[in-house]
């Protein structure tokens, strides 16, 4: 039988756990209501028509090759320029890398950060792939905690308590997936400065950055300075509903020995994996140059579904949400009187009411009491899976 790697055999995704029970109930005649993925395509927001054109052109008019490794010079100027725009962040096209999405861009960093046996700061909970992208590389996620008390942003102390030697980086995920929780300017410059005094990277995860439903969006960037490795990653999926072309970037900015270094191993990276999608690189440059009308309106239609959401959620008895400050998740508490544990939970909830939520502990041990709801669906399908989750509580409450 064929030996496969240990780390391989131990990796989850817990977002997906479910799908053969929901596709089993579906064969069966039942209808699932799907709140697990975060795809805003599934629903009914689509690709703005100028990006798909200009794909479309780009590959009508033969730009159908390899790109070079590190992305086309058009799009990374139009990244430089339009991190300039929004944050005045002021990084050179040199310093920029597309890769296909930002998943890759997670695992080209990590890849180029860890030895065996060494360990990542992740925020807990934990979008998934923080968890299991470390482990592919031999090394370890170690989560600090970002609790409810802090609005689910990161506790500096927790953060100062878990670096050891092995330490090679601290990742932060501002706004974050799963709990929507946007870090106040107060903890981003203490988590900073904890960085900088121990000379570690920061990797900051910014997918979010303009799905912001309310209060103020603070650039992890405006708090770093300069003295230490910064890595941002951001890219295409949700903010230009583009989840399936797979484009996302990372730029770099610190000291220039630390940022040629970085680059070199990205740069290494790259070419073994050859290029991202041209003609998807072409629809990026429309994208970020075409102007961000698609996002108001986006914008406002989560707002409103979040809002519906969390307050017909609210009635359910021990069920507890607050409103998140950006994103499509909410990262609603489970009173545990109510059932077991969280997977038990989604699992029941499953199989009697059909709809399909993730258990918070698939998130990582902080995680655990809670479910995640994607909230992207329109506002009588999201009525209707509440309405299924309060007739699952009230039943397990008579
Ligand atoms: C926090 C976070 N980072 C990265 C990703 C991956 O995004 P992409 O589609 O750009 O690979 C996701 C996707 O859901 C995410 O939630």
Known sequence: MVKLSRNILEIRYAIRDLVPLAKKLEREGKRIIYLNIGDPL?????????IIEAMYRASLGGHNYYSDSLGIEELREAISEKLRELYSIDVPPSWVVVTSGVAEAINFTFRALLDPGDE????????????S??????????EYRCP?????????D????????RTKAILINTPNNPTGSVYPAKTLREVLDIAAEHGLPVISDEIYDRIILKGEYHHPYRYSGGDTLYIG??????????????LGYLYVSGPDRDVDAFME???????????????????????????????????GRLRRRMETFVKMVNEVPGIEAEMPRATFYVFPRIDASLLGDDKSFVERLLLEEGVYLVHGSGFGRYGEGHFRAVVLAPEELLEEAVERISRFVRRRLS
């Open 158 to 165: 927790d953060i100062r308590r878990r670096i050891t030697d």
């Open 265 to 299: 191993a990205i740069a290494k990276q790259a070419r073994n994996r050859l290029c991202p999608s041209t003609p998807a690189q072409y629809g990026g440059v429309a994208a970020l140059r075409g102007g961000d009308e698609h996002l108001h309106d986006m914008v």
């Open 148 to 156: 409810p008390e802090y609005g689910y942003a990161p506790d500096p």
């Open 120 to 131: 990542i700061l992740v925020p807990g909970p934990a979008y998934p792939a923080y968890i």
């Open 42 to 50: 599934k629903y009914d927001f689509e690709t703005p028509r100028h």
């Open 233 to 246: 990653l951001n890219g295409f999926s949700k903010q230009y509903l583009m989840t399936g072309w797979r």
């Open 133 to 142: 992208a470390p482990m592919i590389y031999h090394g370890k996620a170690v």
